[in-house]
């Protein structure tokens, strides 16, 4: 692993919270950059990835002209200019990354170089490829368009070689060993649906951040008010400015006074891991009803996720301004997680004095690593695995009903053999990647897997390197083995 190359990615990343939307080895959708998508394999031997024959080939959609564009960047001399930076990114993407930095962005990639296309595959308004420098490290380049096909994704992402998983003790050895901090859990559900019994687990105590994984918190939450009779799954919900966050998701660019129902939110917040979704329904709610949900869903310690912050405040601590996020250090101290009732309150009054924003960045926050400050929602796998019992148990009652399909919506896996039913919640901001299944297989058994691995300096696997162990992993336990 080149820790050279992983610092240079997060220059790329302005800010990170996603990977709920991923699915297999492919995270098109969840990655935590405002501006953050398999492949078939092609043998490229040309030092220049645009001009060569042999290359994968780039169709002539709108995503594919902006993924060439990024390549033939990258084989330039120099670029973009500012006046064609303006034209091509999204302001989204420009408020992170400013047009006028972007051409000395590029030059500390191109410094990585030549690079050659291995392979391409798109999606939507999302594209993807393999690229390998000379030394033969790999990257993996991806590239998202917004409304007005404007570029709003650009991450360039060092790829680590997937190991073989033969055994269920291999994927928790290839986590373990993998990250400065990781933890994993394989459980199975008893025969009521209440428990997780271990099969293998490494870690699986320890707390660590969970990235969007929060929002089966806020799921739970919503259910709560639902069988209390505060909210309804029909009830609308009205998107203000102040409400807006940053992708991952696409209702921060709608327009303020756009409606969508709780049920609509709520699929949001999970399917594609919609942030501004889930802070419309953690106002819809309250901060304080997602704590008690947190405590109420099995966390070993809810005092850790206090004040729960939602996806805009933890984006304006971190990224908006250096002297905020020094004002959070200074009463959060230097642990991370911190327990003390003191120090939340003071977070909580810092919080609840935070200035208007107009979800502006600091590109030099870029790089930072928000988790080490406190910034973030911790759990361990043990708690998420109580997470997703907990969710299970309340969609057998009325109001849980829709539960299953919001959280079936993307399966966060490759594979469904032998498989019936999934939930799936994934996370991640810069340092960390977690992600959370419960799987239904067809004989009836039922299972919970949790990886969650983080790490101070930035340096975590790849999301095709950490689903496709979850993949193997799934598919061993579902197989017995």
Avoid at 61 to 85: I, K, N, R, T, Y
Avoid at 289 to 302: D, I, K, Q, R
Avoid at 461 to 469: G, N, S, T, Y
Wanted: proline share 6%; charged share 20%.
């Amino acid at each position: 692993m080149n820790h050279r190359k992983y610092t240079f990615a997060s220059i790329m990343l302005a800010a990170a919270l996603l990977l709920g939307a991923c699915s297999g080895t492919s995270a098109p959708g969840e990655s935590t950059t405002t501006p953050t998508a398999e492949a078939t394999t092609t043998d490229v031997v040309s030092p220049n990835p645009s001009d060569s024959t042999d290359s994968p080939e780039i169709p002539d959609s709108p995503v594919g002209v902006e993924f060439q564009w990024v390549m033939d960047l990258l084989a330039a001399d120099e670029g973009p200019s500012e006046e064609e930076a303006s034209q091509r990114f999204a302001p989204d993407f420009l408020a992170q990354i400013p047009a006028d930095q972007l051409s000395s962005t590029f030059d500390q990639i191109r410094a990585m170089g030549p690079y050659e296309l291995a392979t391409y595959q798109e999606n939507g308004p999302g594209a993807e490829g393999e690229l390998t420098d000379e030394d033969g490290q790999r990257y993996l380049l991806t590239v998202g368009l917004g409304k007005d096909e404007r570029i709003t994704v650009l991450t360039v992402v060092p790829l680590m070689s997937i190991p073989e998983i033969a055994t269920i003790d291999d994927a928790a050895a290839a986590v373990s060993e993998a990250a400065d901090s990781s933890a994993f859990l394989l459980a199975e559900v008893s025969e009521d649906g209440a428990t997780c019994s271990p099969i293998e687990e490494e870690g699986a105590e320890q707390l660590l951040p969970i990235g969007s994984i929060f929002k089966l918190y806020v799921l739970g939450a919503v259910v709560q008010a639902i069988a209390d009779g505060e909210l309804a799954w029909d009830e609308t919900l009205t998107l203000t400015e102040e409400l807006k966050s940053l992708p991952s998701g696409t209702l921060q660019d709608e327009p303020a006074g756009t409606v969508v129902t709780v049920r609509e939110a709520a699929g949001g917040m999970i399917a594609i891991s919609d942030n501004t979704a889930a802070d419309m329904l953690i106002d819809a709610v309250g901060r304080d009803s997602v704590e008690n949900a947190v405590a109420a869903m099995g966390h070993s310690a809810p005092e850790v996720n206090a004040p729960l912050l939602s996806t805009r405040e933890l984006f304006q601590l971190a990224y908006s301004d250096p002297a905020l996020l020094e004002d959070w250090k200074e009463v959060t101290g230097e642990d991370p997680i911190n327990t003390d009732p003191a120090v939340s309150e003071a977070q909580r009054e810092l919080v609840k004095g935070l200035p208007e924003w107009d979800r502006t960045l600091d590109p030099s926050l870029s790089a930072s690593v928000p988790w080490t400050a406190g910034l973030e929602w911790f759990a361990t796998s043990q708690d998420l695995c109580a997470a997703h019992v907990h969710l299970q148990e309340v969609a057998a009652s009325d109001a849980g009903a829709p539960v299953p399909e919001i959280l079936g919506q993307n399966p966060g896996l490759s594979t469904s053999e032998g498989i019936d039913q999934v939930a799936f919640k994934g996370g991640s901001t810069t340092g960390e990647i977690a992600g959370s299944w419960y799987v239904e297989a067809s004989d009836g058994a039922r299972y919970v897997l949790v990886m969650q691995m983080a790490s101070p300096q930035g340096v975590v696997p790849d999301a095709r390197w950490f689903f496709d162990v979850a993949d193997q992993a799934v598919a061993l336990a579902v197989d017995g083995e």
